[in-house]
Nanobody, 128 residues
């Protein structure tokens, strides 16, 4: 089992920055793909960013490209999401997720179904 704990959320003005962290326990994350998702009330959880186990391959939702950066430190068993130039529409609960192996039928690295482990979420609020 993998336990994930997010931290770093908070209230920030538009244009500001936040850095979220996702600390893992239970198992080493070095073999796991990591992802960040976000969710607002009444909407489905949406993909934000993902990074491969090696940290070499990553991808982002179009809405955050050029503003957010996903990274990981396998030695610290931690993943990060650096969020710059924040906008009010980035307001959401942010979740980190982890999984291992290739996606099954009907899933891919951008879908919630692929990820087996989830954190409890951290609130990010961007004021205008």
């Amino acid at each position: 089992q993998v336990q994930l704990v997010e931290a770093g959320g908070g209230l920030v003005q538009a244009g500001g920055s936040l850095r979220l962290s996702c600390a893992a326990s239970g198992r080493t994350l070095s073999n796991y793909r990591m992802g960040w998702f976000r969710q607002v009330p009444g909407k489905e959880r949406e993909f934000v960013a993902t990074v491969s186990w090696s940290g070499i391959s990553f991808d982002y939702a179009d809405s955050v490209k050029g503003r957010f950066t996903i990274s990981r430190d396998n030695a610290k068993n931690t993943a990060y999401l650096q969020m710059n130039s924040l906008k009010p529409e980035d307001t959401a609960v942010y979740y980190c997720a982890a999984s291992i192996g290739t996606p099954g039928r009907g899933t891919n690295y951008y879908t919630t179904a692929y990820y087996a482990y989830w954190g409890q979420g951290t609130q990010v609020t961007v004021s205008s």
